[in-house]
């Protein structure tokens, strides 16, 4: 069977940027625009020149793509000609391949929201989109609330998409604008819509307002539609747009889809998805979200001993895909939730052998679940997994032995009350190579002085741990009420480009972080090789 051509058109750089909280500046965008073209979209929207400066300055230069280079903007304005309207004039002289056109496709918006007349608003679409075409431009027009538009007056709905196309537009472009539609009134509509034009000039665009964009979508696609407009991260206005990180792997991975239409991002591309999808994140300095599916870092994470033990096994047990194909990657985690299979392969990954039957596993297993009831998360702290397993097997050296610290915080305020100067100060007396030592240590709060103090002198082992940075620190307190256990992550990297989590627990805070910097330097020494200390 020969499959149909569908067209990807990514509009992250145009509707990714009415996403609150994100900001795109000219260098993010040319990133942006580098990435998706090496992934294989077939257009890019670059945003809307002439509404912004930002914008106007990516148009003024055409980044160097493969993908078609698309413009944003309205058609002409109520009252004014096309050859009069500098927003249409903006679009025209970007230097842009494309120009998208949005135009309102419902009676009621084009009274209210334009105050214009029906008539007037069908005579901008065509005049618009002939402007463009007249300018060697290809042509597309987004019917923004074709669908509620569609369920008010079926009759006008069809009457501006019909416009578009006769005045030359290539893609007519079905809008769920305010993302309310469901999934069987899209494929209704789009059938319904494909009746009289043809569905190789058809394209949708879903926002997320009810988490079905790309449901929506994928609804259209069978429906008739060959276009899918959508953002990377499902980015863009309110809920986001339709999430192109979700609907690629989907039309690539699932025979419904795959054996029908072919798209512009091969499979050997898909396998650069999920670092695409969180060199975005990086770009716009947000966490990853873990549970994002296909790309999230818990989209192939087992949890439950049950899973485990059949994932390891044979992974399709509880894989529908495989994690490589999206260039992610299988985790098996250690909870309370785990079992030995949970274990195995854990102790695997971090390089130790443990063989099912050895007792050594089943203490570790009833140990993690003791530690796990008093407030431990091994999941997120797999150098303190690796270094309980350890000490279960014996294997484990004392480096040093702590015997006291103590933190001070100092706070000075200004006779008006505000804080004047802020810091901290700890002092950690410990035994290491048969001697006593004492350091101390200021820092910019407690558990900062508390870190520099322990690594200022560790006598022969100081060398292993000097270039350890402390690069993540979080702190959850849990149970409430006056019993709460305060849990403290702590993640490192090294010189290496090493990173490892810890964990400690306490109803104290400073106990707790102490604790987890105690197993971050363990943790270390004894991947570095470093011989224990025999005068302990
Ligand atoms: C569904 C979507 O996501 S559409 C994309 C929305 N994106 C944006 O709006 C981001 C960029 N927008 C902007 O920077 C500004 O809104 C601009 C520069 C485009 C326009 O700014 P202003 O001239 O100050 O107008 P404002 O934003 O207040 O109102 C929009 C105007 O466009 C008109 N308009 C809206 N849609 C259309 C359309 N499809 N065709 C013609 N005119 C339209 C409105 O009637 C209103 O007209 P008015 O100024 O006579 O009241
Ligand atoms: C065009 C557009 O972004 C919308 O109608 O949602």
């Known amino acids: 069977m020969t499959r149909q051509r569908l067209s990807l058109f ?33 257009y890019i929207e670059g945003g809307y020149p002439g509404a912004n400066p930002l914008d106007t300055a990516f148009f003024a230069t055409r980044p160097d793509i493969r993908a078609r280079f698309a413009a944003f903007g309205m058609t002409r304005r109520h009252g004014r ?19 998208v056109f949005v135009a309102k496709s419902w009676d009621y918006q084009v009274r209210v929201a334009l105050r214009s007349t029906e008539e007037d608003n069908l005579q901008a679409i065509a005049q618009s989109v002939a402007a463009a075409v007249a300018r060697g431009k290809e042509a597309a027009v987004d019917c923004e609330h074709f669908f509620d538009g569609f369920k008010a007056n079926e009759a006008y709905a069809l009457a501006c998409a019909k416009a578009a196309l006769e005045a030359g537009a290539r893609w007519i472009v079905l809008c769920d604008t305010n993302g309310g539609t469901l999934p069987h009134e899209i494929e209704r509509i789009v059938r319904r819509v ?46 986001g747009n339709a999430n192109l990180t979700t609907i690629i792997p989907t039309l690539l991975l699932k025979p419904e889809f795959s054996e029908r239409f072919e798209i512009g991002v091969t499979l050997e591309k898909l396998t650069h998805l999920t670092r695409i999808s969180h060199a975005l994140d990086e770009l716009l300095n947000r966490a990853p979200d873990r549970h994002a599916p296909y790309v999230g870092a818990s989209a192939f994470a ?14 399709r047990t509880y894989e529908h895909v495989s994690p490589e194909s999206i260039g992610n990657q299988r985790r098996v985690l250690v909870s309370d939730q785990a079992g030995k299979s949970n274990i195995i392969s854990e102790l695997a990954r971090l390089g130790v052998a443990l063989d099912k039957d050895d007792p050594r596993l089943s203490r570790l297993l009833e140990e993690v679940k003791l530690k796990e009831a008093q407030g431990y998360a091994y999941e ?8 309980l397993a350890k000490r279960i097997m014996g294997e484990a050296p004392h480096y040093f032995h702590v015997e006291r610290y103590s933190v001070a915080v100092d706070r000075r305020f200004a006779r008006n009350g505000g804080l004047e100067d802020a810091g901290a100060e700890a002092i950690v007396k410990l035994r290491v190579n048969g001697e006593t030592r004492i350091s101390a240590a200021e820092g910019n709060g407690p558990v900062n002085a508390l870190d520099l103090a322990l690594r200022k002198d560790l006598g022969s082992y100081q060398r292993f741990i000097e270039d350890i940075k402390l690069v993540d620190y979080r702190v959850r307190v849990f ?26 627990v306490s109803a104290n805070v400073i106990d707790a972080s102490f604790e987890a910097l105690i197993d971050a330097i363990v943790y270390k ?12």
């Open 302 to 315: 087992t949890k439950a001993g049950i899973h485990a033990s059949a994932v390891l096994t044979d992974s």
């Open 479 to 504: 149970q409430g009420g006056t019993d709460a256990v305060t849990r403290v992550l702590v993640e490192c990297a090294d010189s290496k480009g090493e990173r490892w989590s810890t964990v400690g």
């Open 81 to 99: 000609s096309v050859e009069n309207d500098p927003g249409v004039a903006a679009l025209l002289d970007s230097r842009s391949d494309a120009v």
């Open 525 to 536: 020494l004894l991947r570095e090789g470093a011989k224990g200390d025999n005068s302990l």
């Open 380 to 387: 997120g702290a797999d150098a303190s997994f690796f270094l």
């Open 10 to 42: 990514d509009t992250t750089l145009r509707d990714g940027a009415q996403t609150t909280g994100v900001d795109f500046s000219l260098d993010d965008k040319r990133q942006i625009a580098a990435m998706l073209d090496d992934l294989g979209v077939d």
């Open 194 to 239: 494909a009746e009289g034009i043809p569905g190789e000039n058809l394209g949708i665009h879903a926002h997320d307002d009810t988490g079905q964009a790309v449901a929506n979508s994928l609804a259209a696609v069978r429906a008739g539609a060959r276009q899918i407009q959508g953002s990377l991260n499902g980015l863009g206005e309110r809920c």
